[in-house]
């Protein structure tokens, strides 16, 4: 699976847009682009997924760029229960799969 | 609705004592299971996965073993547990062959090596 390149934390202000970038330069063809979430003492939360195209769900926003080397997760309106650690990880998504997280990047979200 | 458990959540062991943590998956068939570990302020590393009863594949040499005795039960063991051994273990739980949408977490299970 290809590796994922994330900044280890951002900041935010409660109600703005969380904008947080993912390199997969090295993403095959048929790889998913994943994002989970992590808020502190409990299991990884499903976020949204995506191939090429970019997806919305009521989460969050995925924008993928056209040569898929990199991507953007969207919060549109943070709130300080958004503050946790979010991880990007790519998949070839059929088959087994296998998730491997990596250390992701640790989204505050400030009052 | 399918919903995944798992126990203990918190353990208290000595080092060189044994260890086992369930995991159980409820409202699904056949489904992929996984066991991961987070050490303290690290990121998640996958342990073992298991694709059906009695098969399961290690992703790194290590102190702990795991077993699928039941299509949805899977175990995480050791026979003597090392102070590396601490950390925040989850199991988890993917619809097996097809398209993968969600891997879905248990809830963890904190364990303290002394």
């Known amino acids: 699976d290809a590796k994922t390149t994330q900044p280890p934390s951002m900041d935010c202000a409660e109600g703005r847009a969380a904008n947080l970038p993912c390199n997969h330069s090295?993403?095959?063809?048929?790889?998913?682009v994943y994002w989970y979430r992590q808020i502190h003492s409990q299991g990884p939360q499903y976020i949204i997924h995506g191939l090429k195209n970019n997806e919305t769900n009521e989460m969050a926003s995925l924008i993928i760029t056209e040569d898929r080397k990199s991507s953007t997760l969207i919060l549109p309106h943070a709130t300080l229960r958004d503050t946790a650690v979010y991880y990007c990880?790519?998949?070839?998504?059929?088959?087994?799969?296998?998730?491997?997280f990596g250390t992701g990047t640790r989204l505050l979200v400030s009052p | 609705s399918q919903t995944i458990h798992q126990w203990p959540a918190t353990l208290v062991q000595p080092v060189g004592s044994p260890l086992s943590l369930e995991c159980t998956v409820e409202?699904?068939?056949?489904?992929?299971l996984y066991w991961y570990r987070q050490a303290a302020g690290r990121g998640l590393q996958l342990l073992f996965y298991s694709i059906g009863i009695d098969q399961i594949s290690s992703e790194v040499p290590q102190n702990l073993s795991a077993s699928r005795p039941q299509d949805r039960q899977f175990i995480l063991s050791s026979k003597k547990l090392l102070l590396s051994d601490s950390g925040f273990y989850l199991c988890a739980w993917a619809p097996s062959g097809g398209y993968l949408g969600e891997l879905f977490f248990g809830e963890g299970s904190r364990l303290t090596v002394l």
């Open positions: 090295t993403i095959s063809g048929n790889e998913y």
């Open positions: 409202g699904t068939s056949n489904p992929n």
């Open positions: 990880i790519v998949s070839t998504g059929t088959g087994f799969q296998k998730l491997v």
